[in-house]
T-cell receptor
Framework: EAGVVQSPRYKIIEKKQPVAFWCNPI?????LYWYRQNLGQGPELLIR????????DSQLPKDRFSAERLKGVDSTLKIQPAELGDSAVYLC????????????FGPGTRLTVT | AQKVTQAQTEISVVEKEDVTLDCVYE???????LFWYKQPPSGELVFLIR??????QNEISGRYSWNFQKSTSSFNFTITASQVVDSAVYFC????????????FGQGTRLTINP
């Protein structure tokens, strides 16, 4: 069974440029998460989707970050414009829609903003 | 509010030694779940184990074992007879019923197994 797929794996952009990350979750997993992991830290949740509905986006900096999951399957996270402090690894995860089920993570996108 | 503390930032041991990674959590919920993930140099977080708050039985899986103690709010992870391939960053995480599947991670412990 295929795992969580993310692309691109690496992205280098200049500040003020836009950037987008794509995620395809494990088949059958209705819950999808985007996390940000800063260097030397644990991941922090940005947004959680149940199917196509964003049910928790309280940690998403909405002035520059946006996300969508139009058909309830794959998802895109966008930053516009990027700032130096956005340099981090952006992780996508998916799980079954039941409380306490483990989340499976993709390989992440390492973003460097120069 | 939920919080996870991994006080050990880095641990370095020689191969075949046993090593224990500590995890202490805070929660006001009575229903919660604890997890351990491994992050090797490749970067992908790998799920290792999940425990719910009503099951304090310790678990053993090969060289890995987990000790869950609600009395001390701890969920420690022991690797027996460590191997070089165990080198990675290990994260402990918590999700609460009230937090509805939001995983809160500790800072992680970087484990280095030297040959």
């Amino acid at each position: 069974e295929a795992g969580v797929v993310q692309s691109p794996r690496y992205k280098i952009i200049e500040k003020k440029q836009p950037v987008a990350f794509w995620c395809n979750p494990i088949s059958g997993h209705n819950t999808l998460y985007w996390y940000r992991q800063n260097l030397g830290q644990g991941p922090e949740l940005l947004i959680r989707y149940e199917n196509e509905e964003a049910v928790d986006d309280s940690q998403l900096p909405k002035d520059r970050f946006s996300a969508e999951r139009l058909k309830g399957v794959d998802s895109t996270l966008k930053i516009q414009p990027a700032e130096l402090g956005d340099s981090a690894v952006y992780l996508c995860a998916s799980s079954q829609t039941r409380l306490g089920y483990e989340q499976y993570f993709g390989p992440g996108t390492r973003l460097t903003v120069t | 509010a939920q919080k996870v503390t991994q006080a050990q930032t880095e641990i370095s041991v020689v191969e075949k030694e046993d090593v224990t990674l500590d995890c202490v959590y805070e929660t006001r919920d009575t229903t919660y779940y604890l997890f351990w993930y491994k992050q090797p140099p490749s970067g992908e977080l790998v799920f290792l184990i999940r425990r719910n708050s009503f099951d304090e039985q310790n678990e053993i899986s090969g060289r890995y074992s987990w000790n869950f103690q609600k009395s001390t709010s701890s969920f420690n992870f022991t690797i027996t007879a460590s191997q070089v391939v165990d080198s990675a960053v290990y994260f402990c995480a918590l999700s609460e019923r009230q937090g509805a599947q939001k995983l809160v991670f500790g800072q992680g412990t970087r484990l280095t197994i030297n040959p």
